[in-house]
Every structure is written in C-alpha cells, then in structure tokens.
C-alpha cells in the first residue's frame, strides 16, 4: 500500500530481514506449544521429540486418574459460576460506567484494573489470610470469588467496547417510544452487546480455567483446581500425562479463541448494519 | 425529546445516581471482599501486629539477603522487558503493515500463547530445556556441545521462559499503536523527500512511542511479581520475591514479614502505574482477540 518495492534495493533488504526477524519471533511464541503436542502422543514414559511411535496412553491415564478428574471437574464447576457472575457483574458495571452518573467514577476504574496491575502473588497471599479467617479456603464459593474478580476487568473491558460501538441514539429513541429501562435494555440494548457480553463471558472462563497462582494459596489438600494438579504434578516429576494435559487444555484455549473471533466477526457485522 | 423521560432514564443515555450505584453495587461487594478486604487485612499485619511498627519494612529493605532477592527481581525484570521489547518490535511492524491471512497467522502466533495456560507454557519450556530435553538434543546433534548443557533451573532459562510468557504484552500494544498512525503520515514524509528510514525514525517510531511504554511497562510490572514461571523453572539461587513473599506464608508462616514485602511490592507497583498512568490500557488486550 505505501511505497512502491523496489527488488535489490537496501530498503529491500532491510524489509527482508525484518520479515525474517518476524518469522523467528512467531517460531519462538509458538514453539514450546507446538512441541508438546507431539511428544504428548509418545508411547515412552520418557518424553521425546520426536516421538517413537503413536499412543494414547497418556490420556487414558488422565481419565483413569481420579485425581485428575475429580481436579478437572472442580475446575469447570468454580469456572462456570466465575464466568456467569463475572459476565452479569462485569456487564452491570459497564453499564453504569458508560450510561449512569456513578460518583466516584475514577475511583472504580481504578478498583476495576486492580487485579490486573496488583502483581497475583500479592493478591494470592491476601486472600489466603481473610478466606482463612471465612472459611472459603477449598471451597467452591470461595474459588468462585476469588475467579470472579480476576476475570472482571476483562469482561468489564470487553463489554465497554462493545457499548462504545453502537449508537446510543437507538436506546434514546426507545426510551422516547415510552419503553421501560428493562425493556429498552432487553430488547435495544443486550441484542447489540450481546457478542460481546459472549466474547466476555469466553475470556472469563478460560482466565478461571488457567488460574494458578489465587488457587495454589486458597486450594486445600481435597478441593484443588487443574492448574493447582498440575503445578503440584510438575513440581515432582514432568510425567507425560501432564503433557497430554497440557495439549488439552491448549486445544480448549483455540476453541475459545475461534469462538471470540466468530463472535467479534458478528459484532462487527452487526454494528456496522446499525450504523445509519 | 417528545416524550417525557422515564423517571430512571434520562435521555436514554444517562441512568440516575440510584440506577448507577445498584448496578455498580454486586461489584463494589465483590471487590471489597475479594481484593480491598485481603489486601487491607495483610498491610495491617505488616503494620499493627503484635503493635504499631516499622520493624517489619525496615527488615525487608536492609537485610542483605532480602535486598539481594528484591534487586535480583528487578534485575531479571528489566532484563526480561528489555528482551521482550527486542523481540516485540520486528513482529509489531511486520503485523502493522501485513493484512489479510499473513496477518491472521501473525496475530494467531501472539494470542494463543497469550491465552495458553502459564502453567502449560512453563512446563513446555521445562520439558525443551531439562538435561535431555529438545534444546540439549539439537545441540548435541549439531555437534555445539559435547555433553547436555545445565539449562534448567538456571537464570538464563527463568529469563527465557519469562520472556516467552509475557512477549504478548509487549506486541499488543506496539501493534495498536503502529496501526494506529495513518498511512497518510508516511506518505507526506516521503511526498516532501524523507527516505523510508527517515520517515520512520521522525515520524512512525515517534508515535508508536505510547505503545512502547505501555508495554513495557505492563510486562515490567507483571515480571516483577511472577510467580509460577519464576518458582518451577529457577533454581533456589534465582530466588525472585513472589517466592520469597509465598516461601514466608507456607513455610515460615511469617504473615507479618510477608505483609512487608507485599506492601513494598505495592508501593511500587502503584507508583509505576500512577507515573504511567494512561499506559496502563486493558483495552489493548481484549480489543485485539
């Protein structure tokens, strides 16, 4: 699109060797990943690349491993609830953010990215002294919580986005209509956001479901989550189950990222349609 | 504005203080449970337990040991935003001027590993650098070593491994913010004769400057308090603080000294962010997915 190329050239060159510095990034951020995929398949209890041979052996004993399971489960139980309350917390609050006259706006932007900034082992250990004293240590609602609140910048984020995006003109016009809130919300409002309250609700879920370092503090010896298994596992030996964990849990990270992008597509799409 | 506004919704746009505030309200009990509670109830430990004292700080910033932890933290911490800006750079520029699938793969390579478990990411670079791991294999294969290198449990691999983990911070926002200049700008450099390399030196790396600090400083700050990558992959000689502050609540059960290091943890976290304060941008990051 900009200047014309010119084969041969220094600037060429230059461009050649940026490109290549590029690619070499690109290997390097995929690498590790795309390593472990392979050597996760490996018939020996030793991990090698590349692999000598095709097995699932590795995944069968995951499923045959009741603490695997039983940590797996805990996972998606504390994730599920982390991600609908982060996605109707998160939601709520963005509305009052962008629509309401909140006191104190600044302040609460600042309490919405606190989790992001404040480093997670500080937030970790806090946690661990005040859910001690709850009794929310090893808990599902104590999980819950502490998931939801990690979550919610995202999702308040992702979902400011998407109120920036459309055209406050249509909730106006409905209001004016004689619409309720509730019904203007319900029928104007949510169906425009709703790929994003979606797209939200994604991230949510995949930030409990990789949670390690809140859950390695306020996680008992009965009630832990995956990531906590794992840190646990890999602590003591890299077995190749914990490759084929691994590999799971990285083809559930491209599943949800596949599912954001449909989403956004159709965000895109829609508000474009929107427009006048 | 023929009809009257409904009594909570003035104009469609805006809700009333009441309607705000109960809509803010589930969140502000979460946050202060969950974040503003714990956090309170651990700075009063460091400074009112057994009574009102200092002592604990004064420990955490004089006793060579600790001081030694907290440098190495910084050190390996601006090491890591240093290599990570290096590495960033080449890849924002590349993904700024490609389009299309080129720049669908180039994007792809960033997210997953943003969105790929920390935890799968330390232990991939566990397994590729252990004594008989992938990176030792090549090098021997290529006849660069005779014999396995110790890698593992190193500072050079804890620097690595970081480096890798937190690389997305720094591409996201230098990407933003070079896709953000318009193309118009270079073209009007060079229509007045500026070579490309003038054009970019006065014009593009200027205002992608924001970009640069953002994400330098986002990786800087999450590098200064990780934990996971930091506690599996060094040795108990590359000690940074987040073990330090986890090692004094499990195994010291000193909440009080803990309470210390976090809180100067905090002081400067929130220092940085205040200095920096427009560069700490979330949106760069869940915009981009």
């Given at each position: 699109m900009s200047a014309p190329r010119r084969t041969g050239s220094p600037r060429h060159a230059g461009r050649a060797m940026l490109g290549a510095a590029a690619y070499a990034v690109t290997i390097f951020l995929l690498l590790p990943t795309l390593v472990i995929a392979p050597m996760s398949v490996g018939p020996e209890r030793y991990l090698r690349f590349p692999p000598n041979g095709f097995s699932l052996r590795w995944y069968a004993e995951y499923f045959a491993d009741p603490d695997w399971v039983n940590a797996t489960l805990f996972s998606l139980e504390a994730g599920v609830i982390a991600t609908l309350a982060a996605t109707v917390i998160g939601t709520m609050l963005a509305l009052a953010l962008v629509r309401g006259r909140l006191p104190g706006k600044g302040l609460i932007e600042l309490l919405v990215i606190g989790p992001v900034i404040v480093p997670h082992i500080a937030l970790a250990v806090a946690m661990f002294l005040v859910f001690e004293q709850l009794r929310l240590t090893g808990t599902l609602l104590g999980f819950a919580m502490a998931h939801t609140i990690l979550a919610l910048p995202f999702v308040v984020f992702t979902v400011l986005a998407a109120l920036y995006r459309f055209d406050a003109d249509l909730e106006r016009a409905a209001v004016s209509c004689g619409a309720s809130p509730l019904r203007t919300f319900r029928h104007v409002t949510l169906p425009l956001i709703a790929p994003g309250v979606v797209s939200a609700a994604l991230f949510a879920f995949i930030i409990s479901f990789d949670e390690a370092v809140v859950s390695f503090f306020i996680s008992n010896l009965d009630r832990k989550t995956l990531p906590r298994k794992m840190f646990e596992d890999i602590d003591y030996n890299i077995s190749p189950t914990l490759a084929a964990v691994a590999t799971m849990l990285t083809l559930l990270t491209v599943a949800a990222l596949v599912g954001s992008h449909f989403v956004k597509s159709r965000l895109d799409r829609r508000t474009r349609s929107a427009e006048p | 504005m023929s009809a009257r506004p409904h009594r909570w919704l003035l104009g469609g746009r805006h809700y009333s203080r009441v309607a705000s505030l109960a809509l803010a309200a589930p969140f502000l009990v979460l946050a202060f449970v969950t974040f503003l509670l714990p956090l309170g109830s651990l700075l009063h430990e460091s400074l009112f337990?057994?009574?009102?004292?200092l002592a604990h700080y004064e420990r955490a910033l004089t006793a060579p040991v600790y001081l030694r932890v907290m440098l190495r933290t910084l050190r390996i911490a601006a090491i890591v935003t240093v290599l990570a800006l290096l590495l960033a750079w080449p890849l924002a520029v590349v993904m700024a001027r490609s389009t299309g699938l080129k720049l669908a793969i180039l994007v792809a390579s960033v997210l997953l590993p943003l969105w790929t478990s920390v935890l799968v990411r330390t232990y991939a670079w566990m397994v590729l650098l252990q004594k008989n791991g992938v990176i030792n294999q090549m090098l021997m294969a290529s006849g660069l070593v005779d014999e396995p290198l110790k890698?593992?449990?190193t500072e050079t691999a804890v620097v690595i491994a970081m480096s890798h983990v937190l690389l997305p911070f720094m591409v996201l926002p230098i990407y933003s913010a070079l896709r953000g200049i318009p193309d118009d700008y270079s073209r009007a450099a060079q229509m007045l004769g500026a070579s490309e390399w003038a054009t970019f030196r006065e014009v593009i790396f200027p205002l992608s400057l924001p970009g640069v600090t953002s994400g330098c400083l986002m990786v800087f700050l999450l590098a200064l308090g990780f934990f996971v990558t930091p506690a599996l992959i060094g040795g108990p000689q590359q000690m940074m603080i987040a073990t330090l502050v986890s090692q004094q609540v499990r195994e010291m059960l000193d909440w009080s000294f803990a309470g210390a290091l976090v809180g100067v943890m905090l002081a400067f976290v929130l220092l940085l962010a205040l200095i920096f304060k427009r560069a700490v941008r979330l949106d760069r990051f869940v915009g981009s997915a």
């Open positions: - | 337990l057994p009574t009102p004292t890698l593992l449990y």
